[in-house]
């Protein structure tokens, strides 16, 4: 699965470890900005046609062709605009001048992203057991009398295989953001992490308990493709949407390095706050880069280094920081706000295989996920602020640095820390 993806992208040009752009704009508008402001704006500016995501909520597919088509798209939950790459118009002059709107706040090329794992896990599985394995067992989800019941978790990544057993009778809304593709996971990623957010409680003969918040309702957007990258503009896309369907929770194991000393962008701050102020948290993947062995500790990755955005590291099964796990190194957003499980990690991943054992922050985030969807099922008044502070707030202290593990494990409500 691993190398699958790795051979794709790089035919296609594409490499995590560096910034690729896609030849696209992302757009940052003032707050109150309105669609009749981006029309009349990229009209007058690039000669676009502008669309409104809220005319394509029942139709990803609808909303996909129509990007690729090279219309402009209009986020307005999320205030920004996501212009495709201009035809015969000088890209830096163009971004200038839109730059130069009293509507805009920032504007900046688009990127690819990508899904953040670490690679299969060989070996036995640590600590699982017969009936649960050691995340849910570390996280106290299997003590816990809530299962996210009534709680909506939006997994946005690279789709959910429909047909695993474990996924039968459930209710998923699904949306696919990316262009001539549909939900179905192609790559394995999104299952997996849809599996460890919330999967089957019950353990039978084939697996232990996997699934964090098992009675949660699923919302998965498919952002990445089947190689495992996505551009920007479809991730925001499927922010906008689960933001829009009021997810409590959203979980991205997805992002891109960043440098020392390099800023969080302030578009997905926006992003995040906005989120916030309708009741979603977003929590994503810190990021893998990171050689502990040898003292290198790389920094948060985008998009979990905004502020907004809760930032999730992961340990191993002696609650010690994972060794490719990023830190936080840089300021303004780039510290870690939570730690979740993320070595040896068994969920599911599509037919024929059905489960594999994974490492990665990509593991630690849908932990972080389930969990805030029982602390969300626990209390109405646990959502966007202040579910993000209380998650902080209740969880493990692991006696290792912040800058490593932030507040510690989430837990589930209830589990008594020590």
Same mark, same amino acid.
């Given at each position: 699965m691993g190398e699958g993806r790795r051979e794709s992208d790089e035919a296609r040009g594409l490499e995590p470890q560096r910034p690729v752009p896609?030849?696209?704009?992302?757009?940052?508008?003032?707050?109150?900005?309105?669609?009749? @402001?981006?029309r009349q704006l990229f009209r007058d500016a690039a000669g676009l046609d502008v669309v409104d995501a809220r005319d394509f909520r029942s139709s990803a597919s609808a909303l996909a062709t129509t990007m690729s088509a090279g219309a402009a798209l209009f986020l307005p939950t999320l205030g920004i605009a996501v212009l495709p790459e201009p035809k015969g118009t000088d890209a830096e002059a163009l971004s200038t001048r839109i730059r130069g709107e009293d509507a805009v706040q920032d504007v900046r090329p688009e990127f690819y992203l990508f899904a953040i794992g670490d690679g299969i896990q060989s070996g036995p599985a640590y600590a699982d057991t017969a009936a649960r394995t050691w995340g849910v067992a570390a996280t106290g989800a299997d003590q816990s009398r809530y299962t996210g019941r009534g709680i909506k978790i939006a997994i946005l990544d690279t789709g959910i295989a429909r047909n695993h057993p474990d996924f039968a009778g459930r209710t998923i809304t699904t949306m696919s953001f990316v262009p001539g593709e549909d939900v179905a996971d192609g790559q394995g990623h999104g299952t997996h992490c849809a599996g460890t957010a919330a999967g089957l409680a019950?353990?039978?003969? @084939?697996?232990?308990?996997? #699934?964090?918040?098992?009675?949660? $309702?699923?919302?998965?957007?498919k952002v990445l493709n089947n190689a495992g990258s996505g551009q920007e503009g479809w991730i925001l896309a499927g922010m906008e949407w689960a933001t829009a369907s009021k997810c409590e929770v959203i979980s991205m194991s997805l992002g891109r390095p960043v440098r020392r000393d390099e800023p969080a962008h302030a578009l997905y701050e926006e992003a995040g706050q906005r989120a916030l102020a309708n009741g979603c948290l977003v929590v994503a993947a810190a990021g893998n880069n990171s050689s502990r062995q040898f003292s290198y500790i790389a920094p948060v990755a985008a998009p979990a280094n905004a502020v907004s955005?809760?930032?999730?590291?992961?340990?191993?099964?002696?609650?010690?920081v994972a060794e490719f796990s990023c830190g936080g190194v840089n300021p303004d957003g780039g510290q870690i706000d939570i730690a979740g499980p993320g070595v040896g990690v068994f969920s599911s991943v599509p037919l024929p295989q059905r489960y594999m054992s994974l490492r990665g922050t990509s593991m630690a985030c849908p932990h972080? /996920? #389930?969990?805030? /969807?029982?602390?969300? $099922?626990? @209390?109405?008044?646990?959502?966007?602020?202040?579910?993000? @502070?209380?998650?902080?707030?209740h969880a493990r202290p692991l006696g290792q640095p912040p800058e490593d593990v932030?507040? #510690?494990l989430a837990v589930a409500p209830g589990l008594r820390v020590t």
């Open positions: 896609t030849g696209g704009m992302l757009v940052l508008l003032r707050e109150g900005a309105q669609a009749q @402001d981006a019950s353990a039978t003969t @084939d697996h232990p308990r996997y #699934g964090v918040a098992p009675d949660a $309702e699923l919302y998965v957007g955005i809760m930032a999730v590291a992961a340990v191993d099964q002696k609650l010690g972080v /996920a #389930g969990i805030a /969807a029982l602390w969300a $099922e626990s @209390d109405p008044n646990l959502r966007g602020r202040a579910l993000f @502070d209380a998650l902080k707030r932030g507040s #510690g």
